[in-house]
Nanobody, 128 residues
């Protein structure tokens, strides 16, 4: 099974940028659909962005469209999330997740229960 480790979080001022990384081990990342989710204090974990196992299609939450970009480098076994124009409401723990059944579907999967492997999360804090 795949193990996921996120990195790249930190404290940044509003309007700034970060690039989150998620490195996989134990299996080949190209076998999985991949997603980013986030959870703010006192709130439920929510979908942020996802990308098909082939990398050909992506999906974004409305709140991040135009500011966040998900990408993957299967050769490096790494998933990325480029975050621009950060807002205080983007403050959360960001998790990457892997969907082992993604190859069965033609659409990008965006629901939490569709992902079966999760990283430990990386904290993003945006100051105003």
């Amino acid at each position: 099974q795949v193990q996921l480790v996120e990195s790249g979080g930190g404290l940044v001022q509003a309007g700034g940028s970060l690039r989150l990384s998620c490195t996989a081990s134990g299996d080949t990342l190209s076998r999985y659909g991949m997603g980013w989710f986030r959870q703010a204090p006192g709130k439920e974990r929510e979908f942020v962005a996802a990308i098909r196992w082939s990398g050909g299609s992506t999906s974004y939450a409305d709140s991040v469209k135009g500011r966040f970009t998900i990408s993957r480098d299967n050769a490096k076994n790494t998933l990325y999330l480029q975050i621009n124009s950060l807002k205080p409401e983007d403050t959360a723990t960001y998790y990457c997740a892997a969907d082992s059944r993604a190859y069965l579907y033609t659409s990008v999967r965006t629901r939490l229960y569709e992902y079966d492997y999760w990283g430990q999360g990386t904290q993003v804090t945006v100051s105003s």
